[in-house]
């Protein structure tokens, strides 16, 4: 049983000490005191189903034995920066992860955050081609530095500081866009910020496969070949931000990207690879990744032996437990019923995404596509009380963000939807 201190208790100490800034889900906020696998458990024991799996960042399940276990044991050994000293964990898991890449994508910069490895990709990108402008998606988030706040594109993120050199392309959302899904016909923007708003070269491109906090977007198909090729004939280079839809989660690939047919030259990646400690890395070809040796380059903790142990741990269970064939199964009945709920609640107005990452955009009519931002947060709010978390976003808040870690079960798909059909129902 729980002993620590109250809910309340921790609450002014939250208000007291930590940043004003940051926002509960809850109207009553909900102290989490464990985890095991699918699920998290309050301080009265009380036990909830995780459908976010902390920002698509559990993929293995809370505290997976077999995880813990290589994070501990690797503690008890060595912890420290090891960038100026060898050590196995540090190359085994560099070795691992560049077998899940294609092509010469074989070099790994180990970060601490998916803020940093954008970054990161962002300087490599800058460096190798020798040019300033970078281009990014409008509704993206890549991040909260100055480059990456630059690179994300959403008002509700972004502070007025300087953030220069990116240019932010219409998105090819397939829900409220202006060319539905035909994604060549998006990627014409693309030519025309070069065309209009570079000096006719740039850097390079940044997206991710499925839009995250921009809720749950898939780019239109077709979109992203069309794209990288403008860009790589503007002398840039493409990135991939796989920070929420890499590790297996989309269920018909390993990575976001390769559901579109592209290979980028630069990959980004965290939350999943740690699947819930702090890791993220930037995976590029060596040719690239040379540029870096003109000066050092040097993170303390990017690629310390508890992370990298703890990722290694993560690849092996991935591939022990068949996780990506499990949320594309999984996924794939989950997405199934939720699109048979929309025939019965007019509220949902789409239901999209891949695998396991999933979302449901509420709407208060189907044909204005008014967005139900107040309905969404209500509705998550009574989930939670039936003992279902899940995520919200999209720019209006109103798009429920459903990623929960991979050993999801499909009798967990079917409480969610239960649930969430039982509050719909009521309201
Ligand atoms: N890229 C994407 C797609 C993300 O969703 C996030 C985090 N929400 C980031 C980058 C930034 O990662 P971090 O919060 O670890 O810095």
């Known amino acids: 049983p729980y002993s620590g201190p109250s809910t309340e208790e921790i609450l002014r100490k939250r208000q007291q000490y930590l940043s004003p ?3 509960h889900f809850y109207k009553k906020p909900l102290n989490l005191v ?9 301080e009265k024991g009380r036990r909830y189903l995780d459908a976010f799996g902390g920002i698509a960042t559990v993929c293995c399940g809370h505290c997976h034995p077999e995880v813990v276990d290589a994070i ?3 503690t008890k050994r060595l912890q420290h920066s090891t960038v100026l000293y060898l050590n196995h964990a540090i190359a085994d898991f560099a070795e691992a992860l560049a077998s899940k890449l294609p092509g010469d994508l074989k070099v790994v910069f180990f970060t601490n955050s998916g803020t940093e490895a954008n970054e990161l990709a962002m300087l490599l ?4 081609t020798g040019y300033h402008d ?5 509704n993206s988030y890549h991040g909260n530095a100055a480059g990456t706040m630059g690179a994300t594109a959403q008002s509700n993120y972004k502070f007025n500081v300087m953030q220069t050199g990116v240019h932010h392309a219409l998105n090819p959302d397939q829900y409220r866009g202006i060319f539905g899904s035909d994604g060549p016909k998006y990627a014409k923007d693309v030519e025309d910020l070069i065309t209009y708003g570079t000096c006719g070269y740039v850097a390079g491109f940044i997206a991710e496969a499925i839009q995250g906090v921009g809720g749950i977007l898939e780019l239109a ?3 992203l070949p069309a794209v990288y090729s403008t860009i790589r004939k503007a002398g840039g280079l493409c990135i ?3 920070v929420q839809s890499g590790f297996a989660r989309i269920g018909s690939h390993f990575w976001g990207f390769e559901g579109h047919g592209v290979v980028p030259d630069i990959v980004t990646m965290a939350k999943g690879i740690g699947n819930g400690i702090p890791i993220g890395a930037v995976v590029t070809t060596p040719e690239i990744a040379n540029v870096l040796t003109r000066r050092n380059y040097f993170n303390t903790f990017g690629g310390n032996p508890m992370c990298t142990a703890g990722g290694l741990a993560v ?7 068949k996780l990506q064939q499990n949320a594309f199964t999984v996924g794939s009945y989950l997405k199934e019923r939720l699109t048979s709920l929309k025939g019965k609640h007019e509220i949902i107005g789409d239901v999209r995404g891949r695998g396991l990452m999933l979302g449901v955009e509420l709407v208060q009519d189907r044909e204005l596509k008014t967005p139900a931002k107040v309905e969404t947060a209500h509705l998550m709010d009574e989930m939670k009380e039936l003992g279902v978390l899940i995520g919200k976003g999209g720019f209006f808040g109103n798009v429920f963000r459903i990623t929960p870690p991979l050993c999801f079960k499909k009798e967990d798909a079917d409480y969610l939807v239960d649930v969430m059909d039982f509050v719909m129902s009521k309201m």
């Open 34 to 42: 464990d985890g095991k696998m699918q699920y998290l458990f309050d």
């Open 221 to 223: 198909p077709g979109y």
């Open 21 to 23: 800034a940051i926002c």
């Open 72 to 74: 501990v044991d690797q």
């Open 125 to 128: 990108a800058r460096l190798h």
């Open 134 to 138: 970078i281009i990014s998606l409008r």
């Open 315 to 321: 690849l092996r269970v991935i591939e022990k437990e």
């Open 240 to 242: 991939a931000d796989e």
